[in-house]
């Protein structure tokens, strides 16, 4: 897939603070779309033809979620397999990499992403989250965890700090070793998120899960391959993958003097 080919040039400071994903597992994740393909002012069917195509030639199957003209003059930017790349309207020519409005100083891939991240975000209904919350949040973030990530334990270990500063948090359930093997067969950290989701009180067993209590085993109709699907469609390459309200991905482990501090800046 596109996330296997460009992986090199995706891999940055995040990857510190957060536990990294089984690449394998994640580039070669099925993920499926509900609908076609959002395009922007300007994009019409024949356009995605040549993104389709211009894809195809790096990898078969590439799955394109957004495409919209690009502010760099004859060139689409295009969101596809948890990916963000330019494409030459002739479909000639690919780059990956950050594109810079050097007058507003401001990273263009970031408004990009933010705004498709969002937008995926509030498609998950309230009950595939496990949520942490105070009574009246001022701030609410959604975390894509993996309960055997050290990271995620360390985050999760102040869980009732983050609650006092106001902090809300939706779990997302996030198994960095994919959904199945290379054989087909249930990962064993996919089983314990889904038994973690399943249980009588989700709550309880994600706390024991992440101090290092396997879950008693349960299975229910549950959101946890629909959140690994939607993880890598949004990009996360690693757990704790943090997003803000307004769509931004802010880390990887950050502590909760450091999260507030960005949250209010959101």
């Not at 992986?7 to 099925?30: P, R, Y």
């Not at 211009?54 to 957004?66: F, N, S």
């Not at 809300?168 to 989701?197: C, F, I």
Request: with cysteine; aromatic share 8%.
């Amino acid at each position: 897939m596109l996330k296997k080919l460009l992986l090199a040039a995706c891999v940055g400071g995040f990857t510190l603070t957060a536990c990294a994903a089984d690449n394998s597992a994640a580039a070669a994740a099925n993920v499926s779309a509900a609908a076609g393909p959002t395009l922007g002012s300007g994009v019409d069917a024949s356009a995605l033809q040549v993104v389709q195509q211009a894809l195809d030639r790096l990898a078969q199957g590439v799955q394109v979620d957004v495409v919209n003209r690009a502010p760099l003059p004859g060139f689409y930017q295009v969101i596809a397999s948890g990916q963000l790349v330019y494409v030459s309207t002739d479909g000639k020519y690919l780059l990956n990499g950050d594109l810079v409005d050097l007058g507003a100083k401001r990273n263009l891939n970031d408004v990009a992403w933010a705004t498709f991240r969002k937008t995926e975000l509030a498609k998950l209904p309230a009950t595939a989250h496990i949520e942490y919350a105070p009574a009246n949040p001022k701030y609410r973030i959604t975390v894509f965890t993996d309960v055997t990530c050290p990271y995620c334990r360390v985050l999760h270990e102040h869980m009732a700090e983050l609650n006092k500063a106001g902090i809300a948090v939706d779990y997302v359930a996030w198994p960095r070793s994919g959904v199945e093997d290379e054989a087909g067969r249930p990962t064993e950290t996919y089983k314990a998120m889904v038994s973690a989701w399943c249980a009588a009180d989700p709550k309880a067993a994600l706390n024991g899960a992440f101090a290092g209590r396997e879950p008693k085993s349960a299975s229910c109709a549950n959101p946890v391959r629909q959140e690994f699907e939607l993880g890598v469609k949004l990009g996360v390459t690693g757990t704790p993958a943090i997003f803000t309200a307004s769509g931004r991905m802010i880390g990887g482990y950050l502590t909760p003097p450091q999260l507030l501090q960005v949250l209010q800046k959101d």
